[in-house]
């Protein structure tokens, strides 16, 4: 059983947000998408101390799930998790992924981006999804696996995940986590 400050890591298009919500439904725990967080309307970022400032708030709670990479800020949200789950796939699943998010989300907006973040890919996102998991996968690996009290939780598939979901007892909205 995961604990109650979860944090979802993995390529774009692995489908960190849908777990989220899929988690957080199971486990009656606040999702927060680091992507809401840090765009506004037009993909506009907020400042670099404004988001620390949000996901500083965000981490302070007792209980949540918090979805997305953001490197730069993942000590933040380490330090207070006591579980990692990893969505550790292989590039084509990405790929697929984020062309399937395309896809669905063509005319309307994701449920984890800011009102008027329309779903987009282009050259610069694609090669960043291409790249990720040789810039990444060796500093999560090593970052993670130092965190000796946090439970690490490592799929290499999707339905993995599924299945790992599925196995969760289910809370009562109504009792207190």
Excluded at 125 to 151: G, I, T
Aim: glycine content about 6%.
């Amino acid at each position: 059983m995961p604990g109650k400050r979860i944090m979802i890591v993995g390529n774009a298009g692995n489908g960190k947000s849908t777990l989220a919500i899929k988690l957080g439904n199971r486990l009656n725990l606040p999702v927060v998408h680091l992507d809401r967080l840090f765009w506004r309307s037009g993909w506009k970022s907020v400042s670099n101390a404004e988001f620390d400032a949000l996901l500083a708030a965000e981490v302070a709670r007792d209980a949540w799930i918090i979805d997305g990479n953001y490197t730069r800020t993942i000590r933040t949200r380490l330090d207070r998790s006591d579980t990692v789950v990893w969505l550790d796939y292989p590039r084509c699943v990405s790929l697929w992924g984020i062309i399937r998010r395309r896809i669905v989300y063509r005319n309307k907006p994701r449920p984890d981006l800011a009102e008027g973040c329309p779903e987009k890919i282009d050259a610069e996102f694609f090669r960043w999804v291409w790249s990720f998991n040789k810039k990444h996968r060796a500093m999560y690996r090593a970052l993670f696996q130092a965190e000796k009290d946090k439970e690490l939780i490592v799929f290499r598939r999707r339905r993995e995940a599924e299945s790992w979901l599925e196995s969760l007892k289910r809370h009562d909205p109504g009792e207190i986590q």
